[in-house]
């Protein structure tokens, strides 16, 4: 076995060599570990061409349905050490690298990180191309290569600085230009009516702006044996390469910024997540992804089948929230004009083929485009919506005559306002909720009325994980250790990670189990060292490092910054916590490390004085003699896929503690759990299913107001903070500090801190006092946090409820959730790779491979 892998080792470094030489004109010796990587990806490359080839073959050889996922954003993270996981290769690498004398990390750590998205939505995204992937499902991801990612954050004395993320600086060998796919569309212009053959009535349009769409194709390396994985394609538009779209007349005319706007359209991703803005050039960046991706699925399909017909059994679309929400329109548009289909049947088709899933209930977040800037940007696919809204609300009539309110509430349209989600949930089969709560309040709330217009179309598909980048990947000592007890199925079946539940009580499995949070926290620690190395203000923090030990309870709240989210509600505790210990020294309770990390919208002010409350909180705990050796707070710089893949194994708990009933599903909370971190967390999101398949006896820090009672508090506009402070004095005690200069060093810092006391007192810009209910919640919180302290001091206990909360987790894995879109959405069958294609593909490279133009002997 070792001679197999040492003879590889030998075929992969020669295989390096060849490249360093062809390619970049360097030996072995000479090149640098950038110039290294590059060579090794191209070499290691090889062998995922095949697969991916041969894919692409089985598919169309087979005829299979196929499942299209169309999203603004992904989060793939850093490429290449998951997909050698997945094909079991990661050994193979670091045996050569160690032979070569060459650091693994230096080396791996060159792979660009991808942040195409925003967050919980775009790392959704990715984990459900892994399942697909490795499930052999057909299926291929559409998006955008957005030049600059989620920006890079960095924190200057508590506030964010944001600084833009240049993933493409140098050449990436994971991403494949493909000019045969281009595709043009056109923006604006006047629509003409013409009379198609069939008498259908459709628009030409002229004066339009045309830009070019250019794909860039990123395999998906599925898990599977080093022989038959499964290599799926993530399709991203580019609009950057194309000369034609610069406008040189407009440049000529003395306006740059209007030459270069189509150039430019795929430069940067908008960094708001759950929060709608109704910029221009998101619409144009949502239209082009929209049009795009239609238009080459079309181009799919027709290679295959060669005609329409059977367009409408053999596609699936699902759109990822609203924001490809134009696909309705751009796909009747297409099917009536280009393919001449009458409406009837375009729509019946239309319907057949999308799906769409929401992502929220905050109804600021719900997307709505102004009418004229619509109709002036896309003028055919705005006649087109207008006129699905005349049949739609005929529809609506017909079921309830003479509800004109009714019709008035679910129009598409309406007070000069187009609403993407009423666009989307029309032209669809099935809308789904990302988790059984999310679901219950679409029917029951936002979309109430649409839900007793179509009770049919609503279903739950509870979002999950993928196991196999958030604990085999980044986990390694917890995924063997789970491996010698349980065997590996888990990794494809994650169902069994439940009979981890068979060692709970043991105590020498604990002991491990304990031992290796302790290794993995001694990595997040040397993680936060280096960035208080590199990072000038947060010194103080972490100058004493003696008491960053692995014994201290670590307690991570990691995500977007957002007030729902209650970043605030914790740093409060971690205020009252302090003013505890200051008041009462002897009291039993464990030291304590808080973690946060998470990226603020720049324009969302709470949320950056959120930082730099929790900025100034810290320098105050870690300033005081007393205190700074029992409890200490960090913010962690720029948080990212790879840094959550460092934070998430050395999670002791996992602060899930968002308003009730805000929270569509989460799914940090999956990842923290199944690395062995306990919840404390409001019923909210999937924490209520992650309950449910722990069981109460193992979820011990459930606190909070349900979602029903905090939308009767809303509703009955009932809730006063004021109140609560007047009542509560530690509750006061802590809110005071944020106005009584103890935490600040200046005005400015006063200032930040003073909008968060008034928002939470009196109400920030026009909304009501504290709306995300965090007073409402803290007595309690503090209560439960006191439960954890008492729990965490029996360390094996502590371990048992851990091992448990791991074995609760088999549902909320990605490979559950996309069986559940293929069985219940999509009606898709898996079809892995065809012996024969795989063969063929593999014949044909080894011709090539061996062929060279001149053989010297
Ligand atoms: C919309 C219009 C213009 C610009 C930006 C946007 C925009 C971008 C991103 C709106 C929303 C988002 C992202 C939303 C999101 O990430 N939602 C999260 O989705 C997760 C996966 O389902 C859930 O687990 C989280 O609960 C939900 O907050």
């Known amino acids: ?56 073959h089985t598919f169309a050889k087979k005829r299979v349905r196929k499942a299209y996922y169309l999203s603004m954003e992904y989060m793939p993270g850093r490429l290449l050490a998951n997909s050698l996981t997945n094909i079991s290769q990661l050994d193979l690498i670091c045996k050569m690298l160690h032979k070569l004398g060459r650091k693994k990390e230096q080396v791996f750590l ?45 924190l200057w004395y508590g506030v964010q600085v944001e600084r833009p993320d240049c993933w493409l600086l140098h050449e990436n060998p994971w991403s494949f ?104 050039i998101r619409l144009k960046q949502e239209f082009l ?149 999310h679901t219950e309040i679409l029917k029951n709330d936002i979309f109430k009325d649409f839900n007793e217009l179509y009770p049919d179309k609503f279903i739950n598909v509870t979002n999950g994980v993928t196991q196999r980048r958030w604990l085999l990947h980044c986990n390694p000592k917890l995924s063997n250790w789970i491996t010698s007890h349980i065997g590996d199925g888990w990794i494809t079946n994650f169902d069994e990670i439940k009979n981890i539940a068979k060692v709970a009580s043991d105590p020498s499995a604990r002991e ?27 010194e103080c923090e972490l100058e004493e490092n003696a008491f960053l030990n692995e014994n201290a309870l670590f307690d991570i709240h990691i995500k977007r910054l957002h007030e729902y989210k209650r970043q605030l509600m914790n ?26 990390g998470g990226k603020a919208a720049p324009g969302y002010e709470l949320a950056k004085n959120i930082i730099r409350f929790i900025y100034c909180l810290s320098r105050k705990i870690c300033q005081d003699p007393d205190i700074k050796h029992r409890l200490r707070m960090v913010y962690v710089e720029n948080y990212n896929v790879s840094k959550a893949e460092v934070i998430i194994p050395a999670a002791d708990l996992s602060e899930q503690i968002s308003t009730a009933g805000m929270e569509a599903s989460g799914t940090g909370n999956m990842k923290l759990s199944m690395n062995g971190a306990l919840t404390i967390g409001t019923d909210d999101g999937a924490n209520v299913e992650m309950r449910q398949h722990v069981t109460d006896q193992w979820w011990p820090f459930k606190f909070g107001a349900s979602a ?90 502590w371990a048992e409820y851990a091992i448990h909360n791991m074995a609760g987790m088999g549902f909320f894995s990605t490979d559950n959730s996309i069986r559940n879109y293929a069985d219940q959405i999509w009606g898709l069958t898996p079809c892995p790779l065809d012996k024969e294609e795989l063969d063929a593909v593999r014949q044909e490279f080894m011709a090539v491979d061996l062929c060279r133009i001149r053989k010297i002997d």
């Open 1 to 56: 076995m070792s001679d197999i892998l040492d003879a590889q080792v030998d075929v992969l470094i020669n295989k390096i060599k060849h490249y360093l030489i062809t390619t970049i004109g360097k030996t072995l010796e000479e090149a640098t570990d950038r110039e290294f990587f590059q060579s090794m990806s191209w070499a290691l490359r090889e062998e995922i061409m095949i697969n991916w080839t041969a894919t692409k």
């Open 110 to 154: 060159l792979d660009p990180e991808i942040g195409i998205g925003n967050g919980g939505l775009g790392r959704l995204a990715s984990c459900f191309l892994d399942s697909l992937a490795t499930q052999h499902y057909p299926a291929m991801g559409f998006g955008l290569r957005y030049q600059y990612g989620i920006f890079e954050q960095q």
């Open 177 to 280: 230009r493909r000019d045969a796919h281009a595709h043009s569309v056109y923006y604006g212009g006047r629509p003409i009516q013409t009379l198609a053959s069939n008498g259908q009535t459709t628009y030409d349009i002229t004066d339009y702006d045309e830009v070019r769409a250019l794909p860039y194709d990123l395999p998906i390396v599925g898990y599977g044996s080093q022989e038959d994985f499964p290599v799926l394609t993530l399709r991203l538009w580019s609009t950057k390469e194309s000369p034609h779209n610069f406008q040189l007349q407009r440049y000529n005319a003395g306006h740059l910024d209007q030459a270069a706007e189509n150039t430019a359209l795929t430069d940067v991703l908008y960094p708001n997540d759950n929060n709608e803005m109704g910029k221009r």
């Open 289 to 437: 992804l929209v049009s795009a991706s239609i238009q080459d699925i079309i181009d799919q399909h027709l290679t295959v089948y060669q005609s329409m017909d059977e367009f409408g059994d053999k596609v699936r679309i699902q759109i990822n929230d609203t924001h490809p929400a134009l696909s309705v329109a751009e796909l009747m548009r297409q099917l009536t004009h280009c393919y001449g289909f009458k409406w009837d049947h375009a729509f019946e088709v239309t319907q057949q083929v999308i799906s769409y899933t929401n992502h929220t209930v905050l109804r600021e977040a719900l997307e709505e485009w102004n009418e004229s800037r619509l109709q002036n940007l896309l003028p055919r696919q705005y006649k087109v919506i207008e006129q699905l809204n005349t049949h739609f609300c005929n529809d609506i009539r017909k079921k309830f005559p003479g509800d004109e309110e009714r019709v008035r509430r679910m129009s598409m349209i309406e007070q000069g306002q187009v609403k993407m989600a009423n666009l989307s949930i029309y032209g669809s089969h099935h809308v789904n909720g990302v988790a059984a709560l």
């Open 512 to 538: 491990e189990f304990l031992k290796i949070k302790h290794e993995n926290k001694t990595a997040l620690i040397d993680l936060l060292k280096e960035q208080s190395i590199n990072h000038h203000c947060q």
């Open 571 to 596: 740093a409060l505790h971690g205020l009252m916590l302090y003013q505890e210990l200051k008041e009462n020294p002897s009291a039993k309770i464990p030291e304590r490390l808080i973690v946060f």
């Open 708 to 797: 029903e009672a905090n939308f009767r508090m809303q509703k009955e506009r009932t809730y006063s903070p004021c109140k609560i402070m007047e009542e509560n004095p530690r509750v006061k005690r802590a809110i005071s500090a944020l106005s009584d200069h103890s935490l600040v060093e200046n005005d400015v810092e006063h200032e930040a801190l003073m909008t968060l006391y008034r928002s939470l007192t009196e109400g920030y810009n026009h909304s009501r006092p504290d709306p995300y209910f965090v007073l409402n919640d803290l007595q309690d919180y503090y209560d439960t946090q006191r439960r954890v302290d008492e729990l965490f001091l029996d360390q094996h206990k």
